[in-house]
């Protein structure tokens, strides 16, 4: 089984920069993944990490340490519209290489 | 335009009522999945698919059924609908890449479907 955590709610204002962690616990670890979630939307793919390091994407950085089985999300500049939910979703070589479990997600509301 | 479509996006139903929840994609996706989210417990994946006539319980299968007689197509079944089977529903489907090869996106997901049984 995997057990992915998340913290369930952050805040941060527009223009700062904020960092989303997702730790998690996994027997066939092949790839960690990022989603950005807008209320009653469909989740959309932001990043994908499956070797050690950090993923940079215009105003999205993702990090993935394998041996601590840690990522975080970072979001720079941030901007009213990515106040959303971001889910961590890991990907178990064991359950498929196509299978992912998600965490429950971080809902970010940013404000003015 | 590479999609999967759902279809109801919303549907209010009886307890008891069979209903299905239709998927398709058009990327010509081996994978295909299903997936409820609710408050406090997130994405919870319902039955996949590897391929076409193959399918595999998730973690929460009970009371729900599925078929892969296609491949572009994955049905949602609740044979007989229950009050906690209300929730939002995503459909999901991706390439089975071997390790290490191919665009690494994950799932593209359909636009959900809003289900409430009263």
């Known amino acids: 089984g995997q057990n992915i955590d998340q913290p369930t709610e952050m805040t941060a204002t527009e223009g700062a920069i904020v960092q989303i962690n997702c730790t998690y616990q996994?027997?066939?670890?092949?790839?960690l993944f990022w989603y950005q979630q807008h209320a009653g939307e469909a989740p959309t793919f932001l990043s994908y990490n499956v070797l050690d390091g950090l993923e940079e994407k215009g105003r999205f950085s993702s990090f993935l340490s394998r041996s601590k089985g840690y990522s975080y999300l970072l979001l720079k500049e941030l901007q009213m519209k990515d106040s959303a939910s971001y889910l961590c979703?890991?990907?178990?070589?064991?359950?498929?290489?196509?299978?992912?479990?998600f965490g429950k997600g971080t809902m970010l509301l940013v404000s003015p | 335009e590479a999609q999967v479509t759902q279809n109801p996006r919303y549907l209010i139903t009886v307890t008891g009522k069979k209903l299905t929840v239709t998927c398709s994609q058009n990327?010509?996706?081996?994978?295909m999945s299903w997936y409820r989210q609710d408050p406090g417990l997130g994405l919870r994946q319902i039955y996949y698919s590897m391929n076409v006539e193959v399918t595999d319980k998730g973690d929460v299968p009970e009371g729900y059924k599925v078929s892969r007689k296609e491949k572009r197509n994955f049905p949602l079944i609740l044979e007989s609908p229950s009050p906690n089977q209300t929730s939002l529903y995503f459909c999901?489907?991706?390439?089975?890449?071997?390790?290490?090869?191919?665009?690494?996106?994950?799932?593209?997901f359909g636009s959900g479907t809003r289900l409430t049984v009263v």
């Open positions: 999901a489907s991706s390439l089975s890449p071997p390790r290490g090869q191919g665009p690494q996106r994950g799932y593209t």
């Open positions: 990327m010509n996706h081996e994978y």
């Open positions: 996994t027997s066939g670890f092949n790839g």
């Open positions: 979703a890991v990907r178990d070589a064991n359950s498929g290489y196509s299978t992912l479990t």
